[in-house]
């Protein structure tokens, strides 16, 4: 196993290029299955997850081949509706085949994910939607058995919480549904927004884009078009928190501004100064003029606060001249990160879904050894090495590795003294 060592204190500067959005390519990769041909997807991250769903998708019968960051994906194939408790998991992202599934095979076997690092994380959500389309979904053995006598059937939908994935699944499933589906409180994110895009260049009938309401009007077939993963806004927050908290100044390329709103504020209600692009961010935080102040952040569903930025900006807070109160109202267990922070001193207290940060105002954490617990913990105690005065030690980088594609060259380009190791 290999973990992540890195000489901190170091400003970041120059030019970070972000990759496609690894929560936008699992979908989009798993809509595949919906039709026959060859799918074209381009600006498709290679990383842990993305080479979990092709795994998946050659398991169920599709081929494919890589170009760089192309990928073509044969929906041919497909034969198999069986997802195993070995790939599901290593990424429970994988419940994402059983929409498309359903509704091309009428059957799907899909292996419970079971909780994570971050939470119980049930599927109920999903279930409920597809049952709502006439499916029959039996919970034996570890597995989700789900059976359509016949084809889907379109219906509403209503989610008591906006759910990612649950949208997207019961987006794919009613797509080839028949009759007109209406999911109600759906998910906001813009990788849905991205996901109906690809849905409606293979044919599909889908209003709604953007809004917490979106109508399916069933087809009866779909054909492979070719679609463009958008850019990851977690791996491009990420970065612009990493400056920040270096005090360095550097432009994070290729990424969408207008998918950070909620960022963009906060950073500059913490005194670092923001400049928005079309297509990049701008990140001024030179040690001397900017003194990070506290700032307060609670986790919404989007257009609000992400979760997955979370565990980054509280690496932030750590150095700020007051008191942050962080909020995490979408994971019961999203605080991982925090006892690793406090071997690097932070002094950071927890009462349930809340943690008061004490910034050390300016007074850097210090190096130590420290272990990723998830993907986003994993990238805040990245952040606090960076800033860290000494050597961070983070074992267990398999789980960077799920999300962050070339997180040490990438870092390396900015200036950061970072390499791998063997543990
Ligand atoms: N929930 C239920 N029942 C369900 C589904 C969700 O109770 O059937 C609850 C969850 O436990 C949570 C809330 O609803 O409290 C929202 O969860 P959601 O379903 O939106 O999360 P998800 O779809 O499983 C996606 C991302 C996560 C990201 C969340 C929230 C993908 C592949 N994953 O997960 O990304 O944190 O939305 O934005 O899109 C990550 O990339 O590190 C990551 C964890």
């Known amino acids: 196993m ?35 041909g060859v799918h074209i997807l381009n600006n498709v991250p290679d990383l842990r997850d993305t080479r979990t769903i092709l795994r998946l998708l050659e398991s169920l019968g599709l081929t494919w081949e890589r170009e760089g960051s192309t990928l073509r994906i044969d929906g041919t194939g497909l034969k198999y509706s069986e997802a195993s408790y070995e790939l599901v998991k290593t990424m429970r992202a994988s419940v994402l085949v059983l929409g498309p599934l359903l509704a091309r095979l009428g059957r799907a076997k899909v292996s419970l994910p079971g909780g994570c690092a971050i939470g119980a994380r ?42 990612v994935t649950g949208t997207e699944n019961i987006l794919m499933a009613a797509t080839l549904a028949e009759g007109t589906t209406i999911i109600k409180n759906a998910a906001k ?11 409606c260049s293979m044919g ?24 463009r993963i958008i850019p990851d806004r977690i791996e491009a927050g990420t970065y612009a928190i990493a400056v920040a908290a270096t005090g360095g100044d ?14 963009v504020d906060k950073l500059r209600l913490a005194g670092v100064e923001v400049e928005v692009g079309e297509d990049f961010l701008h990140i001024l935080a030179e040690e001397k003029k900017t003194q990070i102040k506290a700032v307060d952040v609670t986790t919404l569903p989007y257009p609000g606060y992400p979760t997955d930025l979370q565990a980054q900006f509280m690496a932030l807070m ?12 979408i994971f019961e ?36 050894q420290v272990m990723a617990t998830d993907l986003r913990a994993s990238s ?31 870092l390396s380009g900015l200036g950061a003294t970072v390499w791998k190791e063997d543990e």
Not at 318 to 329: L, W
Not at 357 to 365: A, Y
């Open 2 to 36: 290999k973990k992540l060592v890195i000489e901190g204190g170091k400003p970041l500067h120059g030019t970070v290029k972000i990759s496609g959005a690894k929560n936008a390519a699992l979908p989009l990769m798993a809509a595949t299955l919906l039709a026959p």
């Open 122 to 163: 049930p599927i109920n959500f999903h279930l409920m939607g597809f049952e709502q389309l006439g499916v029959q979904c039996d919970l034996e053995g570890g597995y989700v058995d789900a059976i359509s006598p016949g084809r889907l059937q379109g219906n509403n939908v209503y989610f008591d919480i906006p759910s």
């Open 189 to 199: 994110e813009p990788e849905i927004g991205n996901l109906i895009d690809m849905l």
């Open 204 to 227: 599909a009938n889908i209003e709604g884009k953007g809004s917490d309401r979106l109508e399916i009007q069933g087809v009866e077939k779909l054909t492979a078009a070719e679609s």
């Open 250 to 263: 550097a432009i994070i390329q290729n990424c969408d501004p207008s998918h950070l709103p909620s960022l």
């Open 318 to 329: 750590t150095g700020s001249n007051g008191v942050s109160v962080i909020h995490e109202t």
């Open 333 to 368: 267990n999203r605080f991982m990160h925090v006892a690793e922070l406090q071997r690097m001193g932070a002094d950071i207290k927890i009462d349930g879904r809340i943690a008061m940060v004490k910034g050390r105002s300016g007074l850097p954490l210090t190096g130590a």
């Open 380 to 410: 805040s105690l990245v952040i606090a090495g960076l800033a860290a005065s000494g050597r961070t030690d983070i074992s267990r980088i398999y789980h960077l590795e799920r999300g962050y594609e070339d997180i040490v060259g990438k």
